[in-house]
């Protein structure tokens, strides 16, 4: 089939991208030409692993093009895509100025009847909009040209988004016109073979299914770190429990991990978003503001287990900090929200200095603070540790999974480690003489 996807982001890269992958003829609309030029000689502006060599396949096979072109790109589409970005407003609600710009350049250029699909995470009546927008264009230029507007929202996690979106396992249509569902569901039968993953439902129920996924796994993290933080006082060991509850098929293994708070360019933002669209309309978000409360207080954790250690934040005045990972999580170079920013701007605060390393967001994290004195950038976790007081693990990236603690314990000259992501046993980290804090383990 023909598509067209607006917004060259994670989401609209890896969803053209795989349509392509299965045969589907794509073209990927942006207005960065400086990106769509990149991207045309196989230069992908973020990391994802395995997108390169599939972008670069399907570019050189024709059936995945880039372009600034909007125009050629709705003249292109039988399926075209809204999978552009929508930023937190000032109160924390969804800003819909580039969805909303991309449905009026739809509605200019709209001549054959197409299928709109709203991927971006987009409020609850958001469809609606885009479709009154593209039929306000279409008026506007005396056009009739019929149109359908779906909900189709994603569920890919960034450092395995290509998987993911190769391997759904649900893809949600919310469409309120059976023949769009059928459009959709030919866009994706590649990817539906062995057992139904389709569900199709009303619109407005499947913009609402996105924000519930997000904010239900937010929930099980915020629940988890409130755990952490109540079996720090109460003296039980918070890996423990989750060994304990995680068996029970109705709580699960996964997200039930403590740590030093959720980020990235989802949750924080999803939280916020649905608790503001609850407000609006007369519905208290008790919970959702709950789980957003756990979780900024979460992302400060590990600075008060450091002023713990060292008594008052005088203490770490002229201290070196060895800082693994900054990413807010591991395989993306993504620092969006990422708690590492908090423990970096509470550490210069307190005038300590660090030397951070993470695998793959060493350019994102230079972009963003640029060249500072109280930060230095390491060519390895190794080198971070040259002259370090103390290391603090942030990312549970596999490659911080088992560093050799005797060496840790001779080169920190603090002898103390403060594992943001419960990595280490503590027992074996006290093996080697030094002292150990993680997230709800009672030391
Ligand atoms: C999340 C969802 O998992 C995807 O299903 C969704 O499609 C995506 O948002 C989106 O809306 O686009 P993502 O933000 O890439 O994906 O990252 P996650 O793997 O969900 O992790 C989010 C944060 O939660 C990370 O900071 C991670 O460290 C933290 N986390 C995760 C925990 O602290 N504990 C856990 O047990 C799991």
């Not at 929202?153 to 979106?165: I, R, S, W, Y």
Request: charged share 25%; hydrophobic share 40%.
């Amino acid at each position: 089939m023909r598509v067209a996807i607006f917004g060259t982001g994670y989401v609209g890269l890896v969803t053209g991208t795989c349509l392509a992958e299965v045969g589907h003829e794509v073209v990927c609309v942006d207005i960065d030409q400086a990106k769509v030029d990149g991207l045309g000689k196989g230069v992908i502006p973020i990391y994802e692993p395995g997108l390169e060599p599939m972008v670069k396949a399907n570019h050189a096979a024709g059936r995945l093009r880039f372009t600034t072109d909007a125009a050629q790109a709705v003249a292109h589409g039988e399926v075209i895509f809204i999978a552009v970005g929508t930023p937190p407003d000032e109160d924390g609600s969804a800003d819909l100025q580039y969805v909303l710009a991309v449905a009026r350049t739809i509605g200019t250029h709209l001549q054959k009847p197409a299928v709109v699909v709203d991927k971006s995470t987009v409020p609850v009546g958001t469809a609606d909009r885009v479709r009154e927008t593209i039929a306000r264009t279409l008026a506007g230029r005396g056009a009739q040209v019929k149109f359908d507007v779906v909900s189709n929202p994603e569920f890919l996690k960034e450092g395995a988004a290509v998987e993911d979106c190769m391997r759904p396992d649900r893809i949600v249509i919310g469409a309120d016109n059976p023949e769009a569902v059928e459009t959709l569901r030919r866009l994706y039968a590649p990817f539906n073979r062995n057992h139904e993953r389709v569900v199709s439902m009303d619109v407005r129920s499947a913009e609402l299914t996105k924000y519930a996924a997000n904010a239900m796994l937010a929930t099980k993290i915020s629940f988890m770190n409130e755990i952490a933080n109540i079996a720090e006082k109460v003296g039980a060991d918070v890996e423990m429990v989750r060994k304990g509850i995680g068996s029970d098929p109705r709580i699960g293994w996964h997200f039930i991990y403590p740590g030093a708070g959720y980020g990235g360019s989802c949750f924080p933002k999803d939280v916020q978003a649905l608790a503001r669209t609850s407000q609006q309309h007369g519905h208290a978000p008790t919970l959702l503001d709950a789980v957003e409360a756990v979780n900024e207080r979460q992302k400060g954790h590990l600075f008060e287990l450091m002023l713990r250690h060292y008594g008052d934040v005088s203490a770490l005045r002229g201290r070196t900090v060895a800082l693994w990972g900054l990413a807010f999580k591991p395989n993306t170079d993504d620092m969006r929200e990422a708690s590492s920013r908090r423990l970096l701007q509470q550490l210069w605060e307190a005038g300590a200095k660090v030397r951070a390393f993470d695998p793959e967001a060493m350019e994102e994290t230079r972009r963003i603070f640029g060249e500072r004195t109280d930060l230095v950038l390491c060519d390895s976790a190794e080198e971070a540790l040259q002259g370090a007081d103390a290391l603090v693990v942030i990312t549970e990236w596999k490659q911080f999974r088992s560093p050799d603690f005797d060496e840790l314990g001779r080169r920190l000259a603090d002898a103390v480690i403060f594992d943001g992501r419960n990595l280490y046993e503590p027992d074996d980290v006290e093996a080697a003489g030094l002292a150990y804090y993680g997230i709800g383990r009672g030391r």
